[in-house]
C-alpha cells in the first residue's frame, strides 16, 4: 500500500487506465481519474474529472490536491507529429508543470519500450544504454523520461519511467512473446512504483516473466517486481497462428518490431 | 572542404552564424542562410531567405535544393515553455522532417552542454553518459539529439550533434574558463562535422583547449578536431573580475553552472 | 521448430549428434548427417552424407542444399597441432566457405568455454570478455569465433556460438558441478539457435542450472534459454567419488580446469 | 564439506557465531570457538579458547593450529573511535598477521553492507563499485576488505569479504526487507565460502531471496549460494509495525539506512 | 589563489612540506604549519604549531581557526604496524575529526600510488578501480581514502586525495621514469586542489608529464592540471645508471615496484 | 636500449623490416634477420638466415639461440585462404611453438587494425573491444592475437601485439590520414616494446600522431610510445589527389576501409 493520499490515474478510460482501477485502494487513499472521456462505475474511493491533456488549465484544475500520478495518458502508437506534439510533448510537460506547481510528490511516467526500439534484437541492453527512440512516438517518450529527469533534479519530483512492452490481455505476434506485459504484472510493478519509500529517479522495463528477454532489468529488481506471468502459455498458439518473418526485415531485426520497419507518414 | 553542394545556415542572423559565414566556402558549394530576420552583406556564394522556423511550410522551401544543413537556429538561453517548445522543438522537428522530404544528407545540430547540465562539476563525463538536462532549453536540446537518433537509424540522416559550451568572443566568468569555445574552434569543429566522409550519428562536447575539462571527448577525436585557443589566456582577468561561488551552490557544484541554480519560471 | 528446410549436423555420428538427432524435426523440415564415419539407423527426414571436414570439395557436396548448419564436428579435446589445424580450423574454415558459396543463412558453432579458459575461477565474466584460449584446442575455438564473426560482418551469414561446457550423461568431477551441460539442455539451445528469428553474431556460454556459475550469461536470455537440469542431483555423488584439489593448482584456480595445468605436448 | 582441518570461529558467544556453530563439521575436521567470553555446551568438535582481539599475543595462541578462520569477532554496529579502532582495526589486523605467520589458508571475513552504505537506495551496485562507507563502523569494514586484499597479493592468503546485511531472526524493519540475511542463509553462504576449492580474494554481498535488492551479487553465484528463506515472508507483519519515513530522510534514501541518518558523536 | 582563509599544512618540516611552503599565499590568506618538529625560517604569513598527529588534544589546537588543511603528514614509506597505525590510521583519523569538530571546508590528502600498487604494470588503471594496497602503507592509505570519502558523504567536508607518485627531487630509478612528481608539479597540483571552486570528493593520480604511464587520470583535467615536468630529461642518466630487473620480478611486474616484492616484517 | 642479447626479424626483407634494420643496436645485443629471400647489406650485429615460415623444422633453427623476436613476417594483405593458413596461421603458430621449446622471452608480433576492421569509422574502441576481422587476413591477425594469448596464459611468453594501422613512406588515401604509421614512429614503438622491463601480453593499435582517431590506446601510453610524425602534413596533397566516397560506402563506413568493401575471392 502507498502513502500517497491521493493518486490520479491519466488515460483513466483507456485499457490500462481501466485495468490500473482494479488496484484500487492499493493506488492510494483516493483515485482521481482523469481522461478525455468520462469514465464509468466508479467506486466509492474514486473520483473523475475529464479533461484534454494539451489544455494546461484544465489540468492544473486536475492535477491540484493530488500528492502522485500516474501518467498513461496521450497517444499509445505512432501517430502524425501534431498528434505526437499535442498528446505526448504538450500534455506530458503540462501534468510535470502542474505537478511542480502543486507540490505533487511522485509520477509513475508510462514510457515504452520503443524510447530504446532500434536495438538490435539480439543484444542486451540495461536502461542506462543511450535512448535510441524507433518512432516520433519513441522521440516523445524519450522527450518523457528526459523531462522527467529534469524535474526530479531541479525540483525534487520522484519519476519512475516504466518502460512498458505490450500490455494486452494476450501476447498475439511473436515479438509479444519476449515484450508481453499482463495486465497483472502491470498493475504490480505500478503499486510497486507508488510504494516503494523512496525512487528517485528511476528507468525500468516492464515486462511479464518471459522467456526470452533483452533487456537487463536491474531496476526492477529494486522496486521488488516479480511478475507472475509468461507469454510461455501462449507460445504454441502464437506460433500456430503467425508466421515468422525474415530476419533481416527491420520488424524482427530491431527491438522495436514493426516500428522500425515503417516509414512516420505512410500517405507519402 | 565539405563534399556538400549546398549547406543551410539556420540562425544565420545570430552570433554563431554570422561567425560561421567566416567558413565560407570550406562549409560547401554555396551557402543559404535563413533566420526570423534577414542577413547582410551576403556573399558571392551566399544566399538569404528569412522563415521562422515554425512555419513547416516555409522551412520546406527553405530547406529544398540544400544537402546539408547547420542548424544552430532556435532559442538559445532559457526561456518560457512556449518559447522553447516553438523555437526549439517545433522548429527542430520541422528542420528534421523537411530534411528527410528533401534528401538532405547531413545535419550538424547545435546541442548544448546543458542537455548534461547536472552532473557534478567534478565528475567526467563522455558523450554516452544518460543525458542530464539543467532546464527546459536543455531538454529541448535532448529533444534534438534523440530526434536526430532517430532521423539516422530511421532515414539515414547523418548527424553531428555539437554539445556547444560557451561560444562567445572570450570567457567573462570563472565556469567559462571551463566552457569556452572560441569563434575560431566553433568554425573548426563545424567545419570537419561537414567535410568528415562519413558521420553516422555522433555526439561531440565541443570546447576549446581549456585547461579544466570535464568531458571525456573521444567523439571529437574521430572528427579530427583539435582546438587551436585556450580560456587560459583570460584566467587571470577573469579571476580578477569574478568572485568565486560557495561550493554548494548549484551554479558551482553542477556543470550547468546558473542554470542548475534558478527554477524556470522565476516569478511563478 | 526452426524455419530451415534442411539443416545439416556435422560431427552427427559423435556424442553430442547423436543427441541432437532426438530433435528431430524440432531442427529444421529434414536433417543431413555428416561425419567421418557413416551413422545409423536413419529416420525418415534422415540423410547421411559421410565426409572428411579438412576434404573443401567433400564439404561442398554435403553443405549444397541446406540452409542452415549445426556444427559439431572436429576435434572436441586438446590434441596435437596437427590434429587442431585440420579438424577445427580448415575443417571450420571449410563449413563457413562452403556454407557462403551455398548460400547458407545460420550456423550454429560448437565453440568451447576452453576459449575462455585462464579467466580465474572466482571471476564472472560475459560473453564481451576478451577471449582467453586455455589450449590449442581452446584457440582454435577463438578462430572459430572469430571467423564467424567476419562472415556475419562481411556477408551476413548468422551464427550462434554456443561455448559448451562439459555436455556428458552426468558430472564426473568437481569442475563439472560448474561446467556440466545435460544432453537435454543441449537440445534445448541448439533448438532455440535454430528457431530464433534472427541471431545475428552471438556468443552464448552454455551450461545447465547449475548452482555454481561463472558467467553472466545473457546471450542465452535473448535466445529464451532455461535450462531444466542441474549438475546439483549430482553434488553429493561427485563430492564422495572425488578429490578436491588444492587451490594453486591451475586445473583448481582457472575456468579451463585441467586444460590449463598441463603443456600441449606431453612427451616433450 | 570443507577440506579444512581445524577452524577458527571468531566473535563465537555472539548470535551469529552461535548459529554458525550449527553447521558443525561441515565447516572443516575440527572448530575453535574465540570471543571475549567463554562459550558454553560445546560439542565434541569443539574447543573454545576466549581471547580479546586487541591482544596480539593471545590472538597468536588461538590462531595456532587452524588452517581456516571465519572471522565474525569485534564491533558490530557504530560505535566510539576507541571501540572501532580496537575492536575492528586492531582486531582484523590481529587476525590477519597471526593468520600470516601461522600459515592459515582461507578467512572468511564478516565484512557488512555498512561498507557501501552511501549509494542511493535506487541505485543497484557490484561488488566492484568503490567502497562508500556509512559509518566508523563502514570505514573498519573497509579497511578489513583493503587488507584481506593486500594480504591476499602479497602472501597468498585467500579471503572471501561477506557484506553482510541484516543477520536476524526475522527482518523487523522496512530496509531489512532488502538487507535481511536469515540465520539458515549465513551459514550456508560461509559453508560455502570454505568448501569452494579456490576463492582467491572476493567480495560478496550477503542476504537472503528477499524480492527488492539492490545489489548485482555475481559473487555469490561464483560460490553457489542460493539462498531459501526470504523476508517477504514477513512483509505485512513489517509494514503494519512500522512506519514508512520520507523519501529524502538519509535512512530512507541511502543503502545504509539510519547509519546514513546520523552524526557518529551524538552528544557532542 | 585558493579562497581559504588559513590553510594548514601537516608535515610541513618533511620534504614535501619545504616544498609548498614556496606556495605561499597561492595556498590561502595564511598558512599555519605542523610537524613533530618545528619549521624554521617562517614568513610573514606563516606559523608554526608542532603537534605529534597521534594526539588528539594536540591536534584539536592546531586545527582550530583553520579552514582547509593540506595533510602531508604521517609515515611516508612502509613501517611497522605500530608506526602506521599510529601515524597514519590514528593520524588521519584525527585531521578529520578535528576537521569535522571546526569545520574545516576541505582537506587535500596525500594519498599514494600504493592504494593500488598491486596492479600490473602493463594495465591502465583509472581511479575508480578497486583500491590493490601493496603495503601496511598502502592499506593506511585506503584507510584515508575511504574515511574522507565518508566525510564528505556525512558531513560535506570536501577532500581531494592526490596519489602521489615518487615525489622527489629527480627520478633516480627505472620505474620513477613512470611514477616521478616533480616538486613543482606537486606544489601545482595541492593549489589547484585548493582553488578549485567545488571538488566534492575526488580521487587523483599525481606524477609529472613522463612519457610512460599506467593511469587514466581524468580527475586531473578536471582540477585543470598541466604537468610542466617530465621524467623524460633524466631518462639516459637513469637508464645508465640502474639495471633492469627481470619481468617477473614483482618489483618489476606490479605497479607500487618494491613495495611488492618484500614481505612487511623483514626481520621475521 | 632493450636487454636482449639476440633478436630475431621475421620478413627482414619487406619493406617494415629494412625499416626496423635502421633501429640497430637498440633493438638487442645482435639482430638475426630472416624472410624467403635473404637480406642484403648486413651490418657486424647482423646475420642472415633465410627460411620459409610454413617449414617447422626451419623455423626451429631459425629461433634457436635468440631471446626476443619481431614477428614481421608472412602474408601483410588480404590473399587466398591458402596463402593466409600457410603463411600466416601456420608460420605464426610455428613462431610461437619454436619459442616456446627455445625459450624465447618476448615476441613483438606484427598484428594490424584490420583484426577490428569492422567497427565503424565514428566509433572509438580501445585493445579491449572484442575482435571483429574485416578479412580473412584480419581473421588470422586474431588467431595470432589469441595465439599470443594463450602463450602467456599457459607458457609464460610475453607478447606485444601492435595494430599496426598504413605503415607506408606517407598516406596516399583519405583513410590513411587516420591509419598512417611512419616509418620512424614504427621504429620507436618496436623499440619500446622490447625495451619496455614488462609487457605481459598487450594489444596497442600503432598509428602517428593523426589528428583523426579511432582508437583509444592506452596501451601504447604504458609503453610511452609519443609519436614524432603526423598524417596532417600530406593532408592537403591527400585532398587534392583523392576522392571522398559516399558515407554508405563500406570502404568509408567502417574502420578497416576497402577491405570491409571487397568479397574476398572475387573471381567467385
Redesign the interface.
Known amino acids: 500500500?502507498s502513502?500517497f493520499t491521493k493518486v490520479l490515474i491519466t488515460g483513466a478510460a483507456g485499457a490500462l487506465g481501466k485495468e490500473l482501477r482494479h488496484s484500487a485502494l492499493r493506488l492510494g487513499g483516493s483515485v482521481r481519474l482523469t481522461d478525455r472521456i468520462a469514465s464509468e462505475d466508479l467506486a466509492d474511493h474514486e473520483e473523475d474529472m475529464p479533461v484534454d491533456l494539451a489544455d494546461f488549465d484544465g489540468v492544473m484544475q486536475v492535477v491540484e490536491g493530488c500528492d502522485a500520478i500516474v501518467h498513461l495518458g496521450g497517444q499509445s502508437r505512432e501517430g502524425t507529429?501534431e498528434a505526437v506534439?499535442d498528446s505526448n510533448?504538450?500534455g506530458t510537460?503540462n501534468i510535470y508543470?502542474a505537478a511542480r506547481?502543486h507540490g505533487v510528490?511522485?509520477i509513475v511516467y508510462a514510457s515504452s519500450v520503443h524510447a530504446t526500439g532500434?536495438y538490435?534484437?539480439?543484444?542486451?541492453i540495461d536502461a542506462?544504454a543511450?535512448?535510441?527512440?524507433?518512432?516520433?512516438y519513441?522521440?516523445s517518450k524519450?522527450?518523457g523520461e528526459?523531462?522527467s529527469?529534469?524535474c526530479f533534479?531541479?525540483?525534487?519530483i520522484?519519476s519512475v519511467c516504466l518502460r512498458i512492452g505490450s500490455c494486452f490481455p494476450e501476447p498475439v505476434d511473436?515479438r509479444m512473446l519476449i515484450t508481453w506485459l499482463s495486465y497483472g504484472d502491470f498493475r504490480q510493478i505500478v503499486e510497486l512504483s507508488l510504494s516503494?519509500?523512496?525512487?528517485?529517479?528511476?528507468i525500468s522495463f516492464a515486462t511479464s516473466d518471459?522467456?526470452?528477454?533483452?533487456w537487463?532489468n536491474?531496476?526492477a529488481?529494486?522496486?521488488?517486481?516479480?511478475p507472475q506471468d509468461s507469454a510461455d502459455d501462449y507460445r504454441e498458439k502464437v506460433?500456430a497462428a503467425t508466421d515468422?518473418?525474415h530476419?533481416?526485415d527491420p520488424a524482427?531485426?530491431f527491438q522495436g518490431g514493426s516500428f522500425?520497419a515503417v516509414?512516420?507518414f505512410e500517405d507519402?
Open positions: 500500500m502513502h507529429w506534439l510533448i504538450k510537460y508543470e506547481q510528490e511522485r532500434y538490435e534484437r539480439n543484444e542486451t542506462k543511450p535512448q535510441r527512440p524507433d518512432s516520433l519513441g522521440v524519450c522527450f528526459d523531462l529527469r529534469y533534479d531541479q525540483f525534487g520522484e511473436r516503494a519509500p523512496r525512487v528517485g529517479h528511476m518471459n522467456r526470452e528477454r533483452f537487463n536491474e531496476a529488481s529494486v522496486l521488488g517486481y516479480r506460433f515468422q518473418g530476419p533481416n524482427v531485426r522500425c516509414g512516420h507519402e
